[in-house]
C-alpha cells in the first residue's frame, strides 16, 4: 500500500462522546463523516463503518465497562500488539485488568480525531487516570481489523504535563 493512497482515502469520524466518558454526548451518525481539516463531507464503506464499530466496542469494553473478557471478545486469536509492553491477545485482557484494578476512574477525556479507512481505524485521543486531575496522556492507536476482530494494533503516547 502506498502512502499516498492512504491519505488521499482518510476520513475522519467524530464519535460519541458518551461511549467513552460519562460527560456529554452528541449525535453523529457513524457513516456520514467530515474531514474537519476541509470540511468536506464523505461516507465511509461498509467495511470502514463496521471496523469503526469494532473499535468503539474495544474502547467500551477497555475503558468504560473495564472487562478484560469482554476486551477478549474484540481481539483475534493471532492478535498482534506492536507496543513493547502489551504481549498479544493476554497481554492485551491483562493490560485491561490491570487498568481496572489500579485507575478504576480512568476515562478517555477527549476524542480528537477516529480516521477510517480500509482495514485500518486510527484514534487521536486524550486520557485520564484520573479525570478529575485532568488528561494525563495523549495517544494515537492504531488498529487493523480483520473478520470483525482487531488483528493488530500499535500505539503512540505522549504524556502530558502541567505547567504550575
Not at 476541509?38 to 474502547?59: D, I, K, M, R, Y
Amino acid at each position: 500500500m502506498k502512502l499516498g493512497s492512504v491519505i488521499a482515502r482518510v476520513v475522519i469520524v467524530p464519535l460519541l462522546s458518551v461511549t467513552f466518558v460519562a460527560c456529554s454526548s452528541g449525535s453523529h451518525d457513524a457513516t456520514t463523516t467530515t474531514n474537519t481539516a476541509t470540511g468536506a463531507s464523505s461516507s465511509n464503506t461498509p467495511e470502514e463503518t463496521a471496523n469503526l464499530a469494532v473499535v468503539q466496542g474495544f474502547f467500551k469494553a477497555l475503558v468504560t465497562d473495564k472487562s478484560a473478557a469482554e476486551v477478549g471478545k474484540y481481539l483475534s486469536d493471532d492478535f498482534v500488539s506492536h507496543s513493547p509492553d502489551i504481549d498479544g491477545k493476554k497481554g492485551m485482557m491483562d493490560f485491561a485488568t490491570y487498568q481496572a484494578t489500579n485507575y478504576p476512574h480512568a476515562a478517555i477525556v477527549d476524542v480528537i480525531h477516529t480516521i477510517a479507512t480500509g482495514d485500518l481505524v486510527i484514534m487521536h485521543y486524550t486520557f485520564a487516570n484520573d479525570p478529575s486531575k485532568g488528561p494525563n496522556y495523549l495517544i494515537v492507536d492504531f488498529f487493523r481489523v480483520k473478520d470483525g476482530l482487531i488483528v493488530e494494533y500499535w500505539d503512540v503516547l505522549q504524556t502530558l504535563t502541567t505547567s504550575g
